[in-house]
Structures are given as structure tokens and as C-alpha cells.
């Protein structure tokens, strides 16, 4: 399993080398042509989207689609989800023509023995949210050099200075949206007619595990319902970044 805190101190200078020269390359892009190249050259075959299927997840998902429809895209089924959110990849992944949608789900083995109740959300999220999410995340992009992340500056705390291009464990990651702002988002919905999750009419701004999502107030942080109560803002897939570089 390709992961940061084993790999080699020598091999992991060469995907920061790597994301650096990516970083130069791409200066100055946006969007699609932003991900053309990296999509259909530098990465072809070698790259995968990450997508919760959440509240904004349609616009880049739209973008990856307009540049390959057939990129393999990742989804975390934790076994703690909406089903709206199910039913949302569904409608998205047929109004988009993705051909690949990849659902990938924790170990039962591992549940089982780590979480045999249900109720190791409410014990130890960071706990949780490991043999749920970054597991399975990680099993899954073994294989590919690359990965796509819908994150944005505007969401604050730890992402408020995501670089577009950066270093990630062993692999180069992309975040094409970095800097786009919130109204920018809800322009592209408009402009190109996408579907909203059916949740954000009920007041969620930002969708991840029933358990640890709740709606939030008018002028709230967009993910201010996520873990509401508990000192934890990440589920552990984004790690602090190693930036190499910014193209913003
Ligand atoms: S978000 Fe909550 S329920 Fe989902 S994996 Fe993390 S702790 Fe578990």
C-alpha cells in the first residue's frame, strides 16, 4: 500500500520533484484546460478522482467528465452514509456519463473487529473515520501516480492554503478548484444546469456520514456541520499539506 509515512524518504522527494514541475507546467490554467494535460498526458491511465458525492461534488466532477468521461472516479461508502448521497452519485454519474464510478467500502473484518457496535463514531471518530474512510481510500489508489481533490480555499481552516498542485504520500494531487470561491461554484452549477444534493434543501452545506453531518445555520461556516461538537475537522484522507508549490 503506497503510503507517505513508509515510503521512502527518496521516493517521495521524487513525487515533491514531480508536483513541482507539474505546478510550473500548469501555472496559470484553469479548469478544463487545467486538467487536460495532467488528465490526458502527463498522468493517462494513472490518475483517479476522489469524490464524497457531496454538495459541490458536481462541479468537478462536470469538469473531469468534459476532459474523460472514463477516468476512474473513487467513492468511500462507509457504511455510514445518506442514502441520498447514493442516490445523488447515481443521478450525477448517469447526467455526467461517467463510466467508472468506483464504490469502495471498509474490510468487514475490520469493522467487525473495531467497531463491532456501530458506535465507534461516537467512541473515537479519528478511530473511525481510519478503518472507514482512509483505509479504504488508500487500498483504492494503489496502482495510480495521481489523484484529483474537490477542496477549496474559501472552506477555511486547514484548507485555507491548499497549493492546486502538491505532493501527497506517493502521489502527485491535484486540487483544480483550490482557489475557486464559493460563488463561482454556484455559478457553474447554474451554468451548467447541475442537479444540487437533494440534502442542502434541508440545510447541509457539507454532506459526509449521517452521524457526524448536521445542518447549518444562515452565515455558518459551510463546514461547520461536520463533527459539530468534537475537535476534529478532517477525516484523515487530506493530510496536511506538503506543498510544493501554488499556481494561484
Ligand atoms: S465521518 Fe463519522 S461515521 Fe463517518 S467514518 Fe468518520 S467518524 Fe465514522
Redesign the pocket.
Known amino acids: 500500500m503506497v503510503d507517505g509515512t513508509s515510503l521512502h524518504s527518496s521516493a517521495f522527494d521524487a513525487v515533491l520533484a514531480r508536483a513541482g514541475r507539474l505546478a510550473a507546467r500548469v501555472a496559470g490554467l484553469d479548469g478544463v484546460a487545467l486538467l487536460a494535460p495532467l488528465m490526458l498526458e502527463e498522468f493517462a491511465g494513472r490518475i483517479a478522482v476522489v469524490s464524497s458525492f457531496g454538495t459541490e461534488a458536481a462541479v468537478m466532477l462536470a469538469l473531469v467528465a468534459e476532459v474523460d468521461p472514463t477516468v476512474p472516479v473513487i467513492f468511500v461508502d462507509?457504511g455510514?452514509l445518506f442514502g441520498e448521497t447514493r442516490r445523488y452519485r447515481d443521478q450525477l454519474t448517469a447526467r455526467l456519463g461517467l463510466t467508472d464510478v468506483r464504490t469502495v467500502k471498509p474490510l468487514s473484518a475490520e469493522t467487525e473487529a473495531a467497531d463491532h457496535d456501530g458506535l465507534?463514531?461516537h467512541r473515537d471518530?479519528?478511530a473511525?473515520?481510519y478503518i472507514?474512510?482512509v483505509l479504504p481510500f488508500e487500498r483504492s489508489l494503489a496502482g495510480f501516480d495521481a489523484w484529483i481533490s474537490g477542496r477549496k480555499r474559501f472552506h477555511g481552516a486547514g484548507r485555507a492554503g491548499i497549493p492546486v498542485i502538491e505532493a501527497d504520500r506517493g502521489w502527485v494531487k491535484i486540487n483544480p478548484l483550490a482557489d475557486w470561491s464559493r460563488a463561482r461554484i454556484l455559478q457553474e452549477f447554474d451554468g451548467r444546469g447541475l442537479p444540487p444534493h437533494p440534502l442542502v434543501a434541508e440545510g447541509f452545506l457539507s454532506i459526509?456520514?449521517?452521524?457526524?453531518s448536521s445542518r447549518v445555520a444562515p452565515g455558518e461556516d459551510i463546514r461547520s456541520g461536520r463533527?459539530a461538537g468534537k475537535d476534529k475537522a478532517e477525516?484523515g484522507i487530506h493530510r496536511p499539506a506538503n506543498a510544493v508549490s501554488s499556481i494561484a
Open positions: 462507509t455510514k465507534l463514531f471518530a479519528d473511525c473515520c472507514r474512510k459526509g456520514c449521517m452521524p457526524c463533527w477525516c
